[in-house]
T-cell receptor
Framework: QKEVEQDPGPLSVPEGAIVSLNCTYS??????FMWYRQYSRKGPELLMY????GNKEDGRFTAQVDKSSKYISLFIRDSQPSDSATYLC???????????FGSGTRLQVQP | DGGITQSPKYLFRKEGQNVTLSCEQN?????MYWYRQDPGQGLRLIYY???????QKGDIAEGYSVSREKKESFPLTVTSAQKNPTAFYLC?????????FGSGTQLSVL
């Protein structure tokens, strides 16, 4: 079993929809949680960063972490065609200090 | 212009050949990382370095080697022992828990 599980999609939604992306994990030592966006054959770019449990909002993006359930989410409101990309969740524990990634969810927002 | 520079963008390896991928950063970050990405998969950690002259194996280090002689540079060598080297290689650096990535190198086997 992988340490981080993420539904690969693809997920196709109409423009303006609310998108929900999720990851589950098994390592209770993970303390830092991130979401990256990756366009095809480009380097991932950091979207959201959360420490421990809770919510964080940045514009149209909201990240949620539920450590008791080992479950994290990214919500995208008013989705745009430019949001079409692969979204990767990533986590870090304080010991190894390197990110462990999910497999990525491919999102397509239809105009 | 601050950032992480990976070169070359595309690289071809012949059978039995070692090749080296370059990664340079001017963000003054202590930590640097190498990840491998295969189609439809997430990123897997090859090697990482928290400080100059020190580095640790990641989850898939076999067939790879690194050096960290300067803070700004973390080159990755794909040796002939790596039997399936075709992949997209990503270098990252970070000053805390946040990692920032270069634009990647696509390595293919001739």
């Amino acid at each position: 079993q992988k340490e981080v599980e993420q539904d690969p999609g693809p997920l196709s939604v109409p423009e303006g929809a609310i998108v929900s992306l999720n990851c589950t994990y098994s390592n209770s030592a993970f303390q830092y949680f991130m979401w990256y966006r990756q366009y095809s054959r480009k380097g991932p770019e950091l979207l959201m960063y959360t420490y421990s449990s809770g919510n964080k909002e940045d514009g149209r993006f909201t990240a949620q972490v539920d450590k008791s359930s080992k479950y994290i989410s990214l919500f995208i409101r008013d989705s745009q065609p430019s949001d079409s990309a692969t979204y990767l969740c990533a986590m870090m524990d304080t010991g190894r200090r390197a990110l462990t990634f999910g497999s990525g969810t491919r999102l397509q927002v239809q105009p | 212009d601050g950032g992480i520079t990976q070169s070359p963008k595309y690289l071809f390896r012949k059978e039995g050949q070692n090749v080296t991928l370059s990664c340079e950063q001017n963000l003054n970050h202590d930590a640097m990382y190498w990840y491998r990405q295969d189609p439809g998969q997430g990123l897997r950690l090859i090697y990482y370095s928290q400080i100059v002259n020190d580095f640790q194996k990641g989850d898939i280090a076999e067939g790879y080697s690194v050096s960290r002689e300067k803070k700004e540079s973390f080159p990755l060598t794909v040796t002939s022992a790596q039997k399936n080297p075709t992949a997209f290689y990503l270098c990252a650096s970070g000053g805390n828990e946040k990692l920032f990535f270069g634009s990647g190198t696509q390595l293919s086997v001739l």
